[in-house]
């Protein structure tokens, strides 16, 4: 294919080798950016499962734990893990076919080769034998290690298990730098054009998918509202870029985003902590679409997130509104946004004091179907648990453990709720965890949610 591209063009061997290469990235991206997709979304559901294997001297049996992990994935519609191999799988045959070829036709002076490079590496036959020659081997190092640190850049952010497992594989690749330079020492130049031209559109492409404002044009998992947004635990995502700062070198004119790119930007915000920059983003995004579901939802939550209950209440009844503006919706998108807006409107009038009120909009979750689809399956649960214990604390306690039951029979974990709370009824002790629920639940961050009950 090579020998058909020089003859076919002309060009010099360098620019065919190169080129080549290129085409070959190119075309493999369709597939790493599914990969993105896919990983993201796992990225995102990663604080709902439990932890693969089981903590130290639990006593919990390893297949049982793996066994959990799974279900619960499946669950919450987590993709396939497999997905972490599905980009190499496919790139390591086509990179070692690329790199073999490239050796061989170095290492057999196929015509043209002995001078077909160009600047200091007019050969491409030899393998670097001078000072110049380094240059090659050390960009190729060093653009690995530049690899590793933007895949990685985030590594440290996290403190579970996957965080540790993220330090030493980092670590392992960047030990790998020092073999990759010795070994592109002994590689002919040919092979050198190859493997810094990848090296180098690696990092280009990196970079490019990392940039938030091609993220946002590429609605990836977790950036694009409908499926990451409408969900306060999805707002929290990993794989992204900071926004754009006075300070950046890039600008971005919020006026000439639609209101679905400014949903997508504000998501961001939230997960760096820039609540005020992400609510002006969501406000926007109405002033230019007012009736949109997502971005009354939303902004109901960043006000929750600022403790601006009675204003987060006036965007959750609007979203109401407009969901029931053709009637009682029956669309699996619709139904899991009328559950999400109703639950957190139950906690915005519990948050003012007027559990009542907010009783009554979780109560209006309990009385829907359970939603087939996973994420809608999830929030309905949610409601519930948030349901029991607002019951529990206004003395409520048979209805709260009823649909406490309910809850841990979707999710096992929650089945030590269930025996703190027969506990605390049995020491006539009140059950007063509903604040520390709804804490959890509007953190807006990676972190799994917990309920501790508080002892009086």
């Known amino acids: 294919m090579l020998d058909w591209f020089h003859q076919l063009t002309g060009l010099p061997w360098w620019v065919v080798i190169a080129s080549s290469t290129l085409a070959m990235r190119i075309t493999l991206l369709p597939i790493r950016m599914l990969q993105i997709n896919k990983l993201t979304r796992i990225a995102q559901l990663l604080p709902k499962l439990p ?5 130290p001297f639990s006593g919990k049996s390893y297949m049982g734990q793996m066994s959990r992990f799974y279900k619960k994935s499946k669950a919450v519609g987590c993709p396939s893990f497999l997905w972490i191999l599905a980009y190499p799988i496919v790139h390591a045959p086509c990179f070692i076919l690329w790199l073999n070829t490239t050796r061989n036709m170095s290492l057999d002076n196929h015509p043209g080769f002995d001078s077909g490079g160009t600047l ?5 036959t030899e393998s670097p034998h001078n000072v110049l020659g380094l240059v090659l081997p050390f960009m190729i190092a060093g653009l690995h290690f530049a690899s590793v640190q933007i895949s990685f850049q985030t590594v440290g952010e996290r403190t579970d298990m996957y965080g540790l497992m993220g330090k030493y594989f980092k670590d392992y690749l960047v030990l790998l730098t020092v073999p990759i330079l010795c070994y592109s020492c002994t590689m002919p130049q040919g092979s050198l054009v190859f493997w ?9 492409q990196k970079l ?69 920059r992400a609510l002006h983003m969501q406000k ?14 939303i902004t109901g939550q960043t006000l929750l997130k600022k403790t601006l209950n009675a204003e987060a209440t006036e965007y959750f009844e609007r979203a109401l509104t407009k969901l029931f503006s053709a009637g009682r919706p029956t669309g699996a998108e619709d ?19 007027k559990t009542a009120e907010g009783i009554v909009h979780l109560e209006g979750v309990a009385k829907m179907e359970v939603p087939d689809e996973p994420r809608g399956k999830a929030h309905y649960y949610d409601a519930l648990l948030l349901l029991s214990s607002a019951l529990a604390n206004v003395g409520r306690k048979a209805e709260a453990l009823k649909y ?39 953190r807006l961050g990676s972190k799994k949610r917990r309920i501790k009950k508080k002892k009086k």
């Open 196 to 204: 810094g031209t990848s090296s180098l559109i690696n990092i280009i």
């Open 335 to 353: 139904v899991d946004l009328l559950i999400i807006a109703s639950q957190w409107n139950g906690v915005a009038y519990i948050r003012q004091g």
């Open 404 to 442: 406490l039951r309910m809850a841990a029979a979707y999710n096992p974990d929650y089945n030590e709720y269930i025996e703190q709370y027969e506990k605390e009824d049995e020491d006539n002790s009140p059950v007063c965890y509903t604040a520390k629920i709804q804490q959890d639940k509007t």
């Open 284 to 297: 926007l995004a109405l002033e230019k679409d007012p009736e949109n579901v997502k971005a009354l939802i």
């Open 51 to 55: 932890p693969p294997l089981p903590p």
């Open 120 to 124: 200091w590496f007019q050969n491409l």
């Open 208 to 276: 490019t998918l990392d940039d938030p404002a091609v993220r946002a044009k590429l609605r990836f998992p977790g950036i694009d509202a409908p499926t990451g947004a409408a969900n306060s635990e999805d707002l929290s995502t990993r794989e992204i870029s900071p926004l754009a700062s006075p300070t950046g070198t890039k600008t971005i004119n919020l006026h000439n985003l639609s209101p679905i790119e400014l949903l997508n930007l504000s998501v961001l915000g939230l997960s760096r902590g820039d609540t005020d």
